[in-house]
């Protein structure tokens, strides 16, 4: 892939990562400040947020990158063959960069220190389960969805739903993970407890990453992606997705 397509890939990961994290933060703060101490209101507010954002930024930014804005999501597309392994690299660099830039954005617009580790307590196996499946979840609809405008509203369905069926809030993510641990907020993790979940997300997305593979492989039409130059890749990698968070 030519140099100012993977560029233009990496700036739109980028964007999308940060805006996405700055939401998932900053409407975590608002929703604090104004809940009055009633954390049902508060995530409820925080999954809003978080569903609108994640359904805006995949239409906005999916033909252009295939607004992955997680590593996971693009670790798997490149076991599925759909992206190169040194591109998956990147993405997942940018994608941590800039959901933490997004951290730090949130923190900003709400006069907070720009960065503060979190205190906020996150472990032990039913968290662990959940962002497991959170994640299976998440990764099922990335490879198992039929249509690229299906994507905005099914992933952002699965992850509104999952901020409330599972124990974890569904991070489902690596890198809002690693920017969540950097604020001490409604949203924040623990650094300490940041890699066991980041664990269960990858054990969670590589579970997917079989099911899917026995679930769709037989009727999953070729992507048609625009805005994805072409290669003298084979044919399976020569567009990218466009669906992913």
């Known amino acids: 892939m030519h140099t100012e397509a993977l560029s233009r890939r990496l700036l739109a990961?980028?964007?999308g990562s940060a805006l996405l994290a700055a939401t998932v933060v900053g409407s975590g703060i608002m929703a604090q400040r104004l809940a009055g101490g009633n954390v049902a209101v508060a995530l409820l507010a925080n999954t809003a947020a978080t569903v609108a954002v994640?359904?805006?930024?995949?239409?906005?930014?999916g033909p252009i990158s295939g607004a992955h804005f997680n590593p996971a999501v693009s670790i798997i597309e490149a076991l599925r063959g759909?992206?190169?392994?040194?591109?998956?690299?990147?993405?997942?660099?940018?994608?941590?960069?800039?959901?933490?830039?997004?951290?730090?954005?949130?923190?900003?617009?709400?006069?907070l220190p720009m960065w503060e580790l979190s205190t906020q307590v996150r472990s032990g196996?039913?968290?662990?389960?959940?962002?497991?499946?959170?994640?299976?979840?998440?990764?099922?609809?990335?490879?198992?969805?039929r249509r690229d405008e299906e994507?905005?509203?099914m992933v952002a369905c699965w992850i509104g739903a999952a901020y409330w069926f599972t124990?974890?809030?569904?991070?489902?993510?690596?890198a809002i993970t690693i920017a969540r641990s950097l604020t001490n907020t409604f949203s924040?993790?623990?650094p300490i407890d940041a890699p066991a979940f980041i664990a269960a997300q990858l054990i969670g997305a590589t579970a997917a990453w079989g099911a899917g593979h026995m679930l769709f492989q037989a009727t999953k039409p070729a992507p048609t992606s625009p805005g994805i130059e072409k290669t003298n890749e084979p044919a399976d990698r020569k567009r990218s997705e466009a669906l992913h968070v």
């Open 82 to 111: 759909r992206l190169l392994w040194r591109h998956a690299g990147a993405y997942s660099a940018t994608q941590i960069l800039g959901c933490w830039a997004g951290a730090i954005l949130a923190h900003l617009m709400f006069e």
């Open 167 to 174: 124990a974890s809030t569904s991070f489902a993510n690596p």
């Open 188 to 190: 924040g993790i623990r």
């Open 125 to 145: 196996l039913a968290q662990w389960l959940a962002e497991a499946i959170a994640t299976f979840g998440l990764l099922l609809v990335v490879i198992g969805h």
């Open 151 to 153: 994507a905005p509203w």
């Open 54 to 61: 994640l359904y805006t930024l995949i239409a906005l930014l």
């Open 13 to 15: 990961e980028g964007l």
